[in-house]
């Protein structure tokens, strides 16, 4: 059954014929509000390791993690043949052009790495990185993720970002100009935010240029982060979807969001032992499979009040 909105996965099995497998790389970098150039502490939210899997461990150098994620998920999913090394963990534009280039070209010379996919902050992707990953991007198979995380200053200040909305914004029109498609993340259920301020993002985030896939997550709150004391500190300041509520938040907001943005996830999933806070207790997926039976039971898709007032 046609699924009731843009599926990123889907789009992926008809340009390459098969399932394209992320490999996740640890490159050895870091982020700008963790090394004193805008802050310390990194996002209150963060911590790299609930969401690496095991192959992947700065002690392996990088062709080495994509060896052994080719030999995970060749058991994993058997079929598994088109990979992609994905640079995770922290900011993966974060160091001169000359590093980036050693890295990347590191791991395109992996046999059966089709390309990359480069996750990063809006504020570490300068014009002459831009550039590069344009001259890269007609070699091989090339996409910048981006952590959007929310549209509204006063979250982002909360959550120490060290950046604004409007920096965001501006990296993605960069990223136009260089003839970019960029990915986007976007989390539900920060402090401070409404239920309607978040749906409202969708609006706002149709209109941006280049961004044409988005992952969603829902808070979660993990173990020996700043969150986490805060959490402990004061949990009132905090409050989580049921697995209900949030399916209707995400149906809400697809409803308002442009149709030709792929969706690449609809909600996040953290290992339980990293977990300092309230979960859904279900895999991803099968929180995904609520969504699209929630949106199915309301007789809605994604684009349905696109445009609308």
């Known amino acids: 059954m046609e699924l009731p909105y ?12 098969s399932r394209l497998q992320k490999l996740s790389v640890h490159a050895g970098f870091t982020c700008p509000n963790r090394d004193g150039r805008c802050g310390t ?50 900011s993966n534009t974060y160091a001169p052009l000359e ?20 996750s990063t902050r809006p504020d570490c992707l300068p ?36 950046h604004d909305a409007a920096c965001t914004y501006d990296a993605y029109r960069r990223a136009a100009d260089y003839g970019l498609a960029c990915g986007g993340h976007l989390m539900f259920g920060l402090p401070g935010e409404s239920r309607a301020e ?15 896939s988005l992952k969603l997550h829902q808070l979660q709150i993990i173990k020996n982060t700043v969150m986490a004391r805060d959490y402990e500190t004061d949990p009132s300041q905090f409050s989580f979807f049921t697995v209900e509520e949030y399916a209707d938040l995400v149906a809400d907001f697809l409803e308002r969001l442009s149709p030709h943005i792929r969706i690449e996830r609809l909600a996040g999933e953290v290992p339980p032992r990293f977990l300092a806070g309230p979960a ?3 895999r991803s997926e099968r929180v995904a499979e609520r969504i699209v039976a929630r949106m199915r039971e309301r007789g809605t898709w994604q684009g349905r009040l696109y445009g609308a007032p």
């Not at 843009?6 to 014929?17: I, L, N, V």
């Not at 280039?101 to 059966?112: C, M, T």
Request: proline share 1%; net charge positive.
């Open 280 to 282: 859904f207790g279900l």
């Open 6 to 17: 843009r599926s990123y996965a889907e789009d992926c099995k008809r340009q390459f014929g």
């Open 127 to 162: 014009d002459e990185t831009l550039r590069y990953l344009s001259e890269l991007s007609r070699q091989c198979y090339l996409r910048v993720e981006i952590g959007i995380e929310s549209c509204y200053d006063k979250t982002l200040r909360r959550i120490n970002r060290g």
């Open 198 to 212: 978040m749906v409202a993002q969708a609006a706002r985030l149709s209109g941006w240029p280049a961004l044409d």
């Open 41 to 90: 502490g990194g996002c209150t939210y963060c911590d790299n390791a609930a969401f690496n899997p095991s192959y992947c461990r700065r002690v392996h150098g990088i062709a080495e993690q994509l060896e052994e994620g080719k030999r995970f998920h060749a058991w994993r999913y058997r079929k598994a043949s088109k990979y992609v090394a994905y640079f995770q963990t922290y």
């Open 99 to 118: 590093v980036l280039k050693a890295r990347y070209e590191e791991a395109l010379s992996v046999e059966g790495i089709e390309g990359l996919i480069v």
